[in-house]
Structures are given as C-alpha cells and as structure tokens.
C-alpha cells in the first residue's frame, strides 16, 4: 500500500482544498460572530485565512500543471 500522505498523493491532493473550507467555514463563523457582538477582528482574520488558502490552492495547482501530479515540492 502507498503512503496517502506522500507527495502527489490524495491526501496531499485534497489538503488546498480542504483547508479552503474550512477557511470559508472560519469567515462565516467570524461574521456571524461579529454580528452577535464580537470583535470586527473574527472576520478580518477570517478574509485573511480565505486569502491564504487560495494562494495555496492556486500554488498547489500551478505546481501540478507545470511538473506533473508527482513532482514534489520544486
């Protein structure tokens, strides 16, 4: 059996996505938050996190586009 966890594998495949949304999952969490009366830095922290994880995701993508889906951190 392979290592799910190895470069180009699934998990590796599915991590940009998932930490996308939760991301999202964050953001709604913070502006709902907000809106009951937290700070306004739930959302802002919330935006930010969506924005990493789309430059990882788009990082993630570019990689396996240029060097093929097994080609490692280069």
């Not at 709604?28 to 009951?36: E, L, P, T, Y």
């Amino acid at each position: 059996m392979q290592n799910p966890f190895r470069d180009g594998g699934p998990l590796d495949r599915a991590r940009p996505v998932m930490s996308l949304l939760l991301a999202i999952a964050l953001l709604v969490s913070g502006m709902a938050n907000h809106r009951n009366g937290a700070s306004l830095l739930w959302p802002v922290v919330g935006a930010l996190l969506v924005l990493w994880a789309l430059y990882a995701l788009y990082r993630d993508l570019l990689r396996h586009r240029r060097f093929g889906p097994g080609a490692g951190s280069r």
